[in-house]
């Protein structure tokens, strides 16, 4: 017998119907170990329920530490922080663990702040078990199994074999909305031609010489995103067409650098074979780069590559169809609604499609952010499932803002956090009461705007010690 799939033709066969044991009996179950589900496992361990955390590969951070993106985009307005909570926490724990060296140059700034990926990843661990919850490392979730609008288990796969895991409730931090996919839910994936984000083998270097690098800059007269010597090289064909500056260097310390440069077009990050074609593209286009670098960029003569990503960096992949879908009409007026359960004030941040096309970058006004309703979480059709991160119910623009680390922190600790209360008082996700959610959210260190009864202390980083220097990820 045969099917078609994405205009192929494809040969099937059946596969027959298997018993298979229930593993885990958790209140809640989070899939996904990037920042939502970090969050939202810490969250709902927290606050009471018996909670898994399921991640496919052997640690967490996601997109952070999987795909080696080498910092944290901002966490402020420019003037104040916007998400607090968990995801500032985690933020000053790595801060603190990284060393002093690291210490001393980043503990007064909240805007992109570089990762330090073996200190983040412990970092992690740390944080999600002291919270109680469970953590399933190597384990892949693949078939969700469902009664009406209800999720009954969840198929999962590892070394151990195949087995369910029944839950009351279900946290999809998947960052590809894997979960929805599987239960039916519908969904969108990229622009109205199917175009995507590029992804980007991001990648550390060491042997580097910041004082030296930063000399150059500042002989040259430009900025770290290097435009200038970048159009010069890809002029000499020693770089590749595409986007004429880098997103940034993350300087760990001065010898060490993370690097977010170029782009592979083409990819869906839900193709296992896109994904490959990836992973080889990108660890090719690295070795140009270091070349380039080596031979361009002085500070870089010796630079040597030690790790690239185990996977390449996905700026996008699906977007549900949620209860509320935030348009780029909420993010450019600001709006606030009644069910917020976080504030965003990234910029639009959406990367071009194609060597020869565009970015789109629009930036809200200093100070300003808008909130970001429950609704958007909540998948149409499915009742005790919850999508936060990534993939939430949003249009193009507004995920190519929201899509960012510390927003993933923030609307994971709501999701983990209604899970929780929910798994005591019974019901699905819109069972929710909001104003006690919300009231927990603040009580617990999130930021929902200048509400009454929530003081702006708390937070001692004061504002005019946050500094920019980056112009988009
Ligand atoms: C190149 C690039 C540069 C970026 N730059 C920045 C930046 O500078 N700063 C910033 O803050 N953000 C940046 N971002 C965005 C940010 O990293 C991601 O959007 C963010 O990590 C999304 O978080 P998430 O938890 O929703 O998903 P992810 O980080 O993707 O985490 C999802 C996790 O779920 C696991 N998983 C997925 N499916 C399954 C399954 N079926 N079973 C088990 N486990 C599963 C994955 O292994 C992964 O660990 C960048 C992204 C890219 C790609």
């Known amino acids: 017998m045969s099917i078609s799939a994405n205009g192929k033709s494809l040969n099937t066969m059946t596969v027959p119907s298997q018993q298979l044991p229930v593993s885990y009996t958790p209140d809640v179950v989070v899939v996904g170990g990037g920042p ?4 939202a496992a810490m969250a709902a361990a927290r606050n009471g329920a018996d909670t898994l955390l399921i991640e496919q590969r052997g640690y967490l951070g996601g997109m952070g530490t999987a795909a080696l993106v080498p910092a944290f985009c901002p966490y402020t307005d420019g003037e104040k922080p916007v998400i607090r909570g968990i995801g500032l926490d985690l933020l000053e724990r790595m801060k603190q663990e990284a060393g002093a060296d690291f210490l001393n140059r980043y503990k007064d700034r909240l805007d992109w702040v570089p990762i330090d990926v073996e200190t983040l990843k412990r970092v992690y661990d740390d944080a999600v078990l002291a919270s109680g919850a469970k953590l399933l490392f190597h384990t892949f979730a693949d078939q969700v199994l469902l009664d009406g609008d209800r999720i009954q288990g969840l198929v999962i796969s590892n070394k151990t074999g195949r087995s369910v895991v029944q839950a009351k ?10 979960l929805a996919a599987l239960a039916g839910v519908p969904f969108q994936v990229g622009g109205e031609e199917s175009e995507l984000q590029p992804g980007t083998m991001c990648y550390v270097v060491t042997g580097a010489d910041k004082s030296r690098f930063d000399r150059f800059i ?9 435009e200038k010597t970048i159009v010069e090289a890809q002029q000499n064909g020693d770089l590749p067409d595409g986007r004429k500056r880098i997103s940034g260097i993350a300087w760990i310390s001065d010898t060490v650098a993370g690097f977010n440069f170029g782009h592979i077009f083409g990819i869906d990050g839900s193709k296992a074979e896109d994904l490959t074609r990836a992973a080889v593209e990108g660890r090719r286009l690295i070795e140009t780069q270091i070349r380039f670098l080596r031979k361009y960029v002085p500070g870089f003569e010796n630079a040597h590559l030690v790790h690239s990503g185990d996977q390449i960096g996905i700026r996008e992949t699906r ?17 606030t609604f009644e069910d917020d359960i976080a504030r965003n004030s990234y910029f639009i941040d959406i990367h071009l499609a194609n060597a020869t096309s565009t970015m789109t970058i629009k930036h809200l006004p200093k100070g300003q952010s808008h909130g970001v309703p429950y609704r958007c979480m909540l998948p149409q059709g499915k009742s005790n499932l ?9 249009d193009r623009p507004v995920q190519g803002s929201l899509r960012v680390m510390p927003n993933c922190f923030a609307m994971g600790q709501a999701a983990g956090t209604a899970a929780a209360m929910l798994s005591v008082t019974g019901g699905g996700f819109r069972d929710i009461p909001i104003r006690e959610l919300q009231s927990k959210l603040i009580e617990q260190g999130a930021w929902l705007g200048e509400r009454p009864g929530q003081a702006d202390g708390g937070v001692t980083v ?8 980056e112009e988009n990820e």
């Not at 939502?36 to 969050?39: D, K, L, P, S």
């Not at 409730?169 to 894997?178: K, S, V």
């Open 169 to 178: 409730l279900y946290i999809d931090a998947t960052g590809d909305a894997d």
């Open 386 to 394: 919850i999508v936060a991160g990534r993939s939430v119910s949003s």
């Open 462 to 469: 004061a504002a005019g010690h946050v500094t920019y220097d």
């Open 218 to 226: 500042q002989e040259t007269g430009q900025g770290g995103q290097l």
């Open 36 to 39: 939502t589900g970090i969050a």
């Open 319 to 335: 977007r549900i169809a949620g209860d509320y879908t935030l348009v780029v009409d909420d993010f450019l007026s600001m709006r």
